[in-house]
């Protein structure tokens, strides 16, 4: 894992990254199936289950209060990046728009392509998470989940869902597309949740 694509971390940057990790030097693309290609005029974002039902439109996110953030990433495969730059829309703000049910534990995470990812409402509705739409300065590629994707910094990558189009509000965990094919139901990188047993 070592080598020309990664490295280990210094003594400095240790802390920062969690066990079994190496350190990227580039951003690797890591996707299952085809890269959806949505343009900014045909994306669209709902809300539904146990929420009153919306539909959000480009427009209607790029309205919301704009922040940037730096947050370390970390794929389930084994590679950290350390400060990644974004530009995004923080989900304590999103949530403010819409009505959820008080009865709401969990929340499936649904992506153009099909992709699916649950987390738990106590995951998903803190001050560091945010929905990304530029990286570095830039539009986020589509590579890399553009025009729009969730990025949750304190759990595994693959709960940072690419090309978000949905959210579907649940009273009880329902398993998404990884965790049905064995990865770990929640993904907490520093106790190295990566699959479940």
Known sequence: MVGKFFRKPTNQEGERVPPGQHLTKGFPVLTYGATPEISTDEWEFRVWGLAKPATFTWSDFLALPQHEFTADF???TRWSKLDVKWTGIKVTDFIKLIEVDAKADHVMEHCYGGYTTNISMKDFVREENFFAFQVFGEPLPAEHGGPLRLVVPH????????WINGLEFLEREELGFWER??????????AEERYSY
């Open 74 to 76: 970390h794929c389930v």
């Open 181 to 190: 094919n064995g990865y770990h139901r929640r993904g907490e990188p520093w």
């Open 155 to 162: 759990l595994y990558a693959w709960k940072s869902a690419k």
